[in-house]
Protein backbone atom coordinates (compact mmCIF):
# COMPACT_ATOMS: atom_id res chain seq x y z
CA UNK A 1 0.00 0.00 0.00
CA UNK A 2 2.43 2.82 0.42
CA UNK A 3 4.21 1.87 -2.99
CA UNK A 4 0.81 2.47 -4.65
CA UNK A 5 0.29 5.61 -1.91
CA UNK A 6 3.65 7.27 -3.06
CA UNK A 7 2.63 6.40 -6.95
CA UNK A 8 -0.39 8.51 -6.54
CA UNK A 9 1.31 11.33 -4.35
CA UNK A 10 4.91 11.28 -6.92
CA UNK A 11 3.41 9.94 -10.21
CA UNK A 12 5.74 7.03 -10.26
CA UNK A 13 7.28 4.57 -7.96
CA UNK A 14 10.38 5.50 -6.00
CA UNK A 15 14.26 4.69 -7.20
CA UNK A 16 14.68 2.76 -3.41
CA UNK A 17 12.46 1.30 -1.13
CA UNK A 18 13.39 3.27 1.57
CA UNK A 19 11.60 6.46 0.17
CA UNK A 20 8.21 4.97 1.75
CA UNK A 21 9.68 3.70 5.00
CA UNK A 22 8.03 7.10 6.55
CA UNK A 23 4.68 5.54 6.53
CA UNK A 24 5.85 2.66 8.52
CA UNK A 25 6.65 3.56 12.29
CA UNK A 26 9.63 1.00 12.63
CA UNK A 27 10.78 1.72 8.93
CA UNK A 28 10.20 -0.64 6.25
CA UNK A 29 9.07 -4.20 7.12
CA UNK A 30 12.09 -6.59 6.55
CA UNK A 31 11.88 -9.76 4.72
CA UNK A 32 10.62 -12.43 7.09
CA UNK A 33 12.62 -15.09 5.72
CA UNK A 34 16.18 -13.23 5.41
CA UNK A 35 15.42 -10.52 8.52
CA UNK A 36 16.67 -8.16 5.98
CA UNK A 37 14.63 -5.29 3.38
CA UNK A 38 13.09 -6.93 1.00
CA UNK A 39 15.33 -6.28 -2.58
CA UNK A 40 13.03 -4.26 -4.47
CA UNK A 41 13.78 -3.53 -8.39
CA UNK A 42 11.58 -0.42 -10.22
CA UNK A 43 10.66 -2.02 -13.51
CA UNK A 44 9.32 0.85 -16.25
CA UNK A 45 5.53 0.62 -15.56
CA UNK A 46 6.19 -0.70 -11.83
CA UNK A 47 8.67 -2.71 -9.37
CA UNK A 48 9.06 -5.97 -7.88
CA UNK A 49 9.72 -6.86 -4.79
CA UNK A 50 11.70 -10.11 -3.92
CA UNK A 51 12.27 -12.51 -0.98
CA UNK A 52 14.62 -15.11 -1.39
CA UNK A 53 12.68 -17.21 0.68
CA UNK A 54 13.02 -20.15 2.75
CA UNK A 55 16.58 -20.98 1.46
CA UNK A 56 17.58 -17.31 1.91
CA UNK A 57 19.55 -17.53 -1.12
CA UNK A 58 19.08 -15.86 -4.31
CA UNK A 59 17.29 -18.09 -7.03
CA UNK A 60 16.78 -22.26 -6.44
CA UNK A 61 14.95 -24.37 -8.54
CA UNK A 62 12.23 -25.76 -6.40
CA UNK A 63 9.98 -24.50 -4.05
CA UNK A 64 10.14 -24.21 -0.99
CA UNK A 65 13.69 -22.70 -2.61
CA UNK A 66 12.63 -20.85 -5.08
CA UNK A 67 12.44 -17.01 -4.71
CA UNK A 68 9.41 -15.00 -4.19
CA UNK A 69 8.31 -12.00 -6.12
CA UNK A 70 5.47 -9.56 -5.79
CA UNK A 71 4.60 -7.11 -8.25
CA UNK A 72 2.30 -3.45 -8.41
CA UNK A 73 -0.69 -5.98 -9.36
CA UNK A 74 -0.23 -8.00 -6.18
CA UNK A 75 0.70 -10.89 -8.74
CA UNK A 76 3.20 -13.35 -7.03
CA UNK A 77 5.92 -14.98 -8.83
CA UNK A 78 7.76 -17.76 -7.76
CA UNK A 79 11.67 -17.87 -9.39
CA UNK A 80 12.99 -15.87 -11.66
Do not use: C, H, M
Not at 4 to 12: G, K, M, T, V
Not at 19 to 46: I, L, M, R
Not at 53 to 78: L, M, S, T
Amino acid sequence: QALADYRLSNDDYPDALEAVGEKFASGVPNDPFTKQPYQYEKTTNGFWLISPGKDQAEGGAEVPEKDIRFNEKGYVEEGK
